[in-house]
């Protein structure tokens, strides 16, 4: 069964530094991805990035970038230039294979990330 | 293109009422998940509706809990009686047309604003 662990409860980082979110998975499917969502105080849910297992480079997109080390079952997001907007939970998710399709993610616990002035 | 809408965005009942939280997928899309958040906790999937149909309700936790998609668009998820252990914030999400086969596809599930029950 697939599962996601976020080993970091809260973290904290200085504005426009970089900061990197751990997240570790586990899965026996040959083939899956991995996604990155944001969850701000106001509650919603947000997508960030997405990697799939056999993308050849580790996927960007703008400020976020995901560190992805396959043989570590590593998915580790990197945020570069922090901002105050940026202080949220963060969560890591891996989808679930049922029936010959992927339906569920299966969710890490997050990671609180405050940004400091 | 309009997201995918929940209501109401906050309820608070009483232990024991009856509690029916609506979602509103974006238009077109044939998935559509329930997930919830219980306080401190990570989120859990509850179910996956394709089109009218339950494809995986593995994650209801009990039977006082139903989930409806009439016609295959809106979906409703009905608590009832409602329980303490029942607060936390109750996400739809959606997504279009699974890709059968091959390499992992990419769908991104849209996630809604969630709904905040609380159960007093």
């Known amino acids: 069964a697939q599962k996601i662990t976020q080993t970091q409860p809260g973290m904290f980082v200085q504005e426009k530094e970089a900061v990197t979110l751990d997240c570790t998975y586990d899965?026996?499917?040959?083939?899956?991805?991995l996604f990155w969502y944001k969850q701000p105080s106001s509650g919603e849910m947000i997508f960030l990035i997405y990697?799939?297992?056999?993308?050849?480079q580790n996927a960007t997109e703008g400020r976020y970038s995901l560190n992805f080390q396959k043989a570590r079952k590593s998915a580790n997001l990197v945020i570069s230039a922090s901002q105050l907007g940026d202080s949220a939970m963060y969560f890591c998710?891996?989808?679930?294979?049922?029936?010959?399709?992927?339906?569920?993610?299966?969710f890490g616990a997050g990671t609180r990330l405050a940004v400091h002035p | 293109e309009a997201g995918v809408t929940q209501f109401p965005s906050h309820s608070v009942i009483e232990k024991g009422q009856t509690v029916t939280l609506r979602c509103d997928p974006i238009?077109?899309?044939?998935?559509l998940y329930w997930y919830r958040r219980v306080m401190g906790k990570e989120i859990k999937f509850l179910l996956h509706?394709?089109?009218?149909?339950?494809?995986?309700e593995s994650g209801m936790p009990n039977n006082r809990f139903l989930a409806e998609r009439t016609g295959g668009t809106y979906s409703t998820l009905k608590v009832q009686p409602a329980e303490l252990e029942d607060s936390g914030v109750y996400f739809c999400?959606?997504?279009?047309?699974?890709?059968?086969?091959?390499?992992?596809?990419?769908?991104?599930?849209?996630f809604g604003p969630g709904t905040r029950l609380t159960v007093l």
């Open positions: 509706f394709v089109k009218e149909s339950k494809q995986d």
């Open positions: 238009s077109g899309h044939d998935n």
């Open positions: 999400a959606s997504s279009q047309e699974e890709v059968a086969g091959g390499f992992p596809s990419y769908n991104e599930q849209f």
């Open positions: 998710a891996i989808p679930y294979m049922f029936s010959g399709g992927y339906n569920k993610l299966i």
């Open positions: 899965t026996s499917d040959p083939s899956y991805g």
């Open positions: 990697q799939g297992s056999y993308d050849q």
